[in-house]
């Protein structure tokens, strides 16, 4: 959808995950019949084929020389936090079928988004490998080669000129939290651009087009200074308000000149064309979808708790990452605070916030998701597929970045 966004036609899908399949194809992708696969890029007016399953057993040749972005994120597994972290060693580990895809179809450009566990010290050395290889393609790694002495190898080739710039390409890599750009979540990560050297495109321009837009700086500003964040949550209690800019960090940056860091409860209210979301009362929370305000996918559900290490949302920070889930808990810690005070013994005070889970259609605002994106499965698949997600308003500063130096390329060529 970010990349879409930015102008560029979609000519394939490829989806491993069934529920997600059924999402795309609930949102106007056109399911191939298992066993087939396409011959030809579709027209302006078709349907974007998708091809569901391994993207092993996936032949793109015949897209050669028609595609400006490839775009995915590989499986991360491998890499992440919530994994087993075996790296290399793991079959669950996709980059060589990016890499794959790279000297099939030689794209203009290449979007990869990943975990921030890549920048891990454990992994330091192999997400520096994976780089040489998104930049030498097509210096494919020998059958019974480790990536050591094959990584080896790459550094000795990167500092010849290549015999045809085609087949080179130039990396970016930058580390990026979310919120930085506007989504109203805190969620790091990694994203890696590389495009073809031939193009000449200017590096130094794009890298200027996808700094950051946002920050927490501004958000305290708004928040204690002029106050113009309270003014557009003009309902908000006054024991909230209170609460709220007595937590906030004592010292912070001068002016940097971005703007505030989106919140939970900016989400909630409506971001762009939005609309605020009503809240879920307490009767509703039964697992039943309600309508409320016309929206779907904002059912309450119950049993939320709150214990260490689960600690919940705040309405006025940017959200927690969401997250795909591990060991079967999709969804990850969806719960948030309210604004209600609530009688309880075992708290300070003897009162405490109310808290209840987010409804899917709260956490797809989070993962700046429209309210017309339909998402298919159990709730617990819907919550996954959030999780597994890139919000679309980070992708879309990065795909757009990359029309604009495309563009700017190809019109100094002519």
């Not at 949102?27 to 011959?39: F, H, I, K």
């Not at 039964?286 to 600690?311: K, N």
């Not at 003897?350 to 709730?379: H, I, Q, S």
Request: one cysteine or more; glycine letters at 8%.
């Amino acid at each position: 959808m970010a990349v879409h966004r930015a102008g560029f036609r979609p000519l394939l899908f490829n989806e491993f995950a069934k529920r997600a399949c059924e999402t795309l194809e609930a949102n106007g992708a056109r399911r191939l019949p298992d066993g087939q696969r396409p011959t030809r890029a579709p027209g302006p007016d078709e349907k974007v084929p998708l091809v569901a399953g391994d993207v092993r057993d996936l032949d793109l040749d015949y897209l050669a020389g028609q595609v400006d972005v490839l775009a995915g994120g590989p499986p991360c597994q491998p890499f992440s936090l919530g994994g087993v972290a075996k790296g290399d060693e793991d079959k669950r580990n996709m980059f060589p079928q990016m890499f794959r895809a790279v000297r099939q179809i030689q794209p203009k450009a290449v979007i990869c988004e990943n975990v921030r566990g890549l920048l891990r010290p454990s992994f330091r050395r192999y997400f520096d490998y994976i780089q040489r290889e998104l930049e030498l393609p097509f210096e494919e790694r020998a059958e019974g080669t480790d990536w050591e002495r094959h990584y080896e190898y790459l550094l000795e080739r990167r500092e010849k000129v290549p015999d045809d710039p085609r087949k080179r390409y130039d990396i970016v890599m930058m580390p990026v939290n979310a919120a930085d750009y506007g989504v109203p979540q805190i969620r790091y990560r990694v994203i890696i651009v590389a495009f073809r050297r031939d193009l000449g495109v200017d590096i130094e321009l794009f890298k200027e087009l996808v700094k950051p837009t946002h920050s927490e700086a501004a958000l305290v500003r708004s928040m204690e200074e002029d106050g113009e964040y309270w003014k557009r949550h003009s309902n908000v209690p006054d024991h909230v308000r209170e609460w709220v800019i007595a937590r906030l960090p004592r010292t912070m940056p001068m002016d940097d000149g971005l703007l505030p860091w989106r919140t939970l409860r900016d989400a909630i209210a409506g971001i762009g064309d939005n609309k605020p979301l009503p809240d879920v009362p307490d009767e509703w929370l039964d697992r039943t979808e309600h309508l409320l305000g016309g929206f779907t996918e904002h059912i309450g559900w119950p049993g939320a708790r709150v214990y260490d290490g689960h600690t919940p949302n705040e309405l006025d920070r940017p959200a927690k990452t969401v997250k795909a889930g591990v060991h079967g808990v999709p969804g990850g810690e969806s719960v948030m605070l309210l604004d209600e005070l609530v009688a309880d013994k075992a708290a300070r005070g003897g009162v405490r916030y109310k808290y209840r889970y987010m409804t899917v259609r709260e956490t797809a605002r989070v993962m700046t998701f429209p309210d017309t994106w339909e998402l298919k499965g159990p709730r617990g698949e819907k919550m996954r597929q959030l999780g597994n997600a890139v919000p679309v308003a980070l992708g879309e500063v990065f795909a757009k970045a990359v029309a604009t130096v495309l563009d700017e390329a190809e019109e100094r060529q002519r």
